[in-house]
Each structure stands twice: as structure tokens, then as C-alpha cells.
């Protein structure tokens, strides 16, 4: 039965719709779908379901293959920038010029490269996002949303979506089925062979330590632990830690001034060049003609693969192009969405914001801290998300594909690089952006068509 009939049926009826979200929560929780509450952050004695949408999202097979099938051509493209500080100073100049943050991470970097890498084990954990955009045309096309290289949430939690989804499939009439295709073992695998291959470049004389390996003592600490405790020996080992990963850019910051955490033998996630691959000015350099080329030489086919997936984006340098930019997006801003250096949602501003900005910024250099990009116009999906605190009604939806990438280098050698699935996030039509920690949008699962 088609989606909107079951979901016609449902709404004429209440108590079977109850009786369905009970059920559907009832498994969220059964398959450890949960999540700590916003009034006890830290407290692992009360627990809540992770929101989730009620249904699976249809999504369109081939785009999904095509965001699956260019993944590793990304993790190679954002290995390649972090390890090019030409590009970067040349990328960001303008932007360094204007937001301070940027700024602050190009410093570490270039400290970095004068320094010298201490660590030459490189991981990167990227979730590449994307929108349908069903613009005028009303074809669907795969549009690239982001990278991120830092804040990547949901790992964990996706596998466990299609689980509820195809119980209700169950309860009656309703036989739609979400699709898993993440492997929580692969990311796991990736921070396993991080560890071997830092043990092993610890020790110089090979010995059966490796072999020993798979019983990996795992710490979990909050960062401030890691700055109030860690400490550096004279090897510079990080006492605390040997994989760092950064959940947040303030804490990216932090860590890397205060204990002489950029010199340690740690393996950072992600590196600092490797954050600066994934900001949103980045994005916008790599959307000009010739500059993908410059990375895949003789790789028309992976240039082409990754050109598809971009949306248009434009420069807001001090310039001709960047006056062209400011005139065009003051002409029809909700045609376009424009965008700061920042992560984890929430910074984008949209509509008649976008004047009151532009208005404020545009003849100065301020306003080269910002990129502006096309909007995506996905076509809404009906849909019950259910999230504690929120009354259940149905809602017009939009999703946001994310897909998992990981890569493993140790100094040239690449030792693995791979498309570890994905995750589809579902929010209100009714609101611009909303992120999973703050229970704006939901966790969904694709129903391939
Ligand atoms: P962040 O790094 O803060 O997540 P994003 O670029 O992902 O920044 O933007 C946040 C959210 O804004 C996205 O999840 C999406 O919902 C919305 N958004 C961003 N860019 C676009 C776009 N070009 N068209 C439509 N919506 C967008
Ligand atoms: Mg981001
Ligand atoms: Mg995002």
C-alpha cells in the first residue's frame, strides 16, 4: 500500500494512530534507540526515545547509489586539499581576512607546517549531506548540501531506524520497509586500524603487541578531562589518549592551545588541515571551473561524478564576481541561502535576513566571511515525527541524505577509504535547518524507489 493511503487511513483514525506510535516507540527504545533528556544531560539514569519519523522517507534509487558511489572520490578530494597548503591559503585568504574562527584554525595550520607533523597517521570520518532538489524542473537531482569533517553526528543511531520501521510493517496494513545499509562495525574498524598502525609506529622493533591489539582499551573522556589531565612525555604521547575525536570547534580550539596537543603523537579527528578541508568556502573554490581538475588530473570521470552533486555557489569576495553575488541574491533571496564558516546548525540565514546582511556587509570586507549558495527545493513528504515534548501531527517534510565516509592514511599510503553508509534526516518543511542534538529534525530511514 502506498504511503500516503496508509497515512490517509491513519489520520482518519486516531486511535489506531496511537496505538502505532506506542508500538513505534516501544521498539525505539527495545532496539536502543535512546537518547539522554535535555533536563538530565548527563545523567544515564533517565533516558527517551531518539526522535524518529513514524515512516520511512521515499527516496530515489539512483540518486541514493549516486551519493553512495561518489563517496570515496569525496574522502579522497578532502584528504587531498588538507595535505595542500597552497590551495588552502589561496582558498581561505579572503576569508581569514574576515572571520576571526577561520582565522584562528588557519593559524594552527600553518603552525602545523612549519612545526612539522608529529603524527603521520591521518583519519578522516566524514558524512557527506545532500537534498533532492525538485526545483523547476521537478526532476529529482542529488544536490551536496555539505562535508563535514568535524561534528559528524548519527553514527550509531541510523542502524537502529529501519529496525522500527520494519516492525510496523507488521502491524497490519502497513508494509513499507526502510533500508540499512550502515555498518557501525566499519567505523568501529576504522579507528581499529588507527590504533594498530599507532602502536606499531611506536614501536620501532615490531613484537607481538599487535596481535594483542584487538583488545583495545577504550576511554571515554570529556574534553575539559582531556585538558585539565593530559599531558604530553617526552615522546610526546598524550597521556589520556591516542585518538581524539572533536565533537564541536570550540573544543577543536581549545584542545589545541592548551596542552600542547598539536605536537602530541595523538591522532586527531580531524586534523587541522583536514577541518579546514570541509568549511563552506572550500566548498565554494571547488565549484569553480578547473579547480576539481587540478585534483583529479587525469580522472575526467571522478570530476564529473563530483561536479554533478554540486549546487551553485557563489563568491562573496571584495570584486566584480562578488558584487555580481551581492546583487543577485539582494534580487530574489529566498532563491538562495547564505552561509558563514560555522558547524552544527543554525548559523545559515534565509529570505529577507539575507537583505538585511547583505545590506549591512556589502561594501565591506565582512562580507567575504560568508558564501552564498543556491536553495534547494526539495518537494515535501508527509510524515509523523515523534519527538517527546511535541504534540503528533502530520507534517510537511523535507530530508537530508547524509553519507559516511572513512579514510586511513598513514604517511603517503592510503590504507583504506570507504562509503560506510548513510543517514537520512527528516525535518518540518516549515523550518529552515534543524539539527538531531536539538530535536528540530528527526532520525528517518530511506525507502528506495
Ligand atoms: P551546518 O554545518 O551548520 O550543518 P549546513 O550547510 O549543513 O551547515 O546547513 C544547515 C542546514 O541548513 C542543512 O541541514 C539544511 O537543512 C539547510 N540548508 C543548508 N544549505 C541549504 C541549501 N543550499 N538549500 C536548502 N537548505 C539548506
Ligand atoms: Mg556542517
Ligand atoms: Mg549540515
Partial sequence: ??????????????????????????????????????????????????????????????????????????????????????????ALASTIQADDFTAKL????????????????????LRSDY???????????????????????????????PEVHRYLRTCNSVFIIGLTLFNQGNCVLTLVKTWELYVSHLLSAKNNFLSLCRNI?????????????GSLDDD?????????????????????WEIGFIRSLAVKLPDIGT?????????QVLSKPGVLEKFFPDQPRVVERIRATFAGLYTLDMGLEGDKTVEMALAAPDQFVLKP????????????????????????????????????????VQNYMLRRDFPLQISNCDSELGVFGVYVR???????????????????????????????????????L
Fill in 131 to 161: 537534498m533532492l532538489d525538485q526545483g523547476e524542473c521537478r526532476t529529482s537531482s542529488l544536490k551536496q548540501i555539505e562535508i563535514n569533517t568535524i561534528s559528524v553526528a548519527g553514527f550509531g543511531v541510523i542502524d537502529r531506524v
Fill in 275 to 283: 577541518q579546514l578541508a570541509g568549511t563552506k568556502k572550500v566548498q
Fill in 341 to 380: 564558516q560555522r558547524e552544527g546548525g543554525g548559523n545559515n540565514i534565509y529570505g529577507s535576513d539575507i537583505c538585511q546582511v547583505l545590506q549591512q556587509v556589502k561594501e565591506s570586507t565582512e562580507r567575504t566571511a560568508y558564501i552564498l549558495m543556491d536553495k534547494i527545493q526539495p518537494t515535501p
Fill in 1 to 90: 500500500m502506498a504511503t500516503e493511503a496508509i497515512l490517509q487511513r491513519l489520520i482518519t483514525n486516531p486511535e489506531r494512530l496511537k496505538d502505532l506510535v506506542d508500538k513505534a516507540k516501544d521498539v525505539a527504545l527495545q532496539s536502543g534507540m535512546v537518547i539522554r533528556t535535555k533536563e538530565k544531560p548527563n545523567s544515564s539514569e533517565v533516558v527517551t526515545y531518539y526522535p524518529f519519523s513514524l515512516f520511512p522517507t521515499p527516496v530515489p534509487k539512483a540518486a541514493f547509489l549516486q551519493a553512495l558511489a561518489v563517496q570515496t572520490h569525496f574522502n579522497t578530494l578532502v584528504d587531498k586539499i588538507s595535505q595542500d597548503p597552497d590551495f588552502l591559503e589561496e
Fill in 236 to 256: 610526546k604521547k598524550l597521556f589520556v589518549c591516542v585518538c581524539i575525536y572533536f565533537y564541536s570547534c570550540e573544543t577543536f580550539s581549545l584542545m589545541f
Fill in 410 to 448: 598513514q604517511g603517503k599510503d592510503t590504507v583504506m577509504n570507504e562509503c560506510v553508509g548513510h543517514l537520512l534526516r527528516t525535518k518540518s518543511s516549515e523550518v529552515s535547518e534543524g539539527g538531531l542534538t536539538t530535536g528540530i529534525c528527526v532520525v528517518d530511514s530511506p525507502l528506495l
Fill in 106 to 125: 588557519f593559524d594552527i595550520y600553518r603552525h602545523v607546517q612549519q612545526e612539522g607533523r608529529t603524527q603521520p597517521i591521518v583519519v578522516g570520518l
Fill in 217 to 229: 582499551p577504550v576511554i571515554r573522556r570529556k574534553f575539559e578531562d582531556v585538558s585539565r589531565r
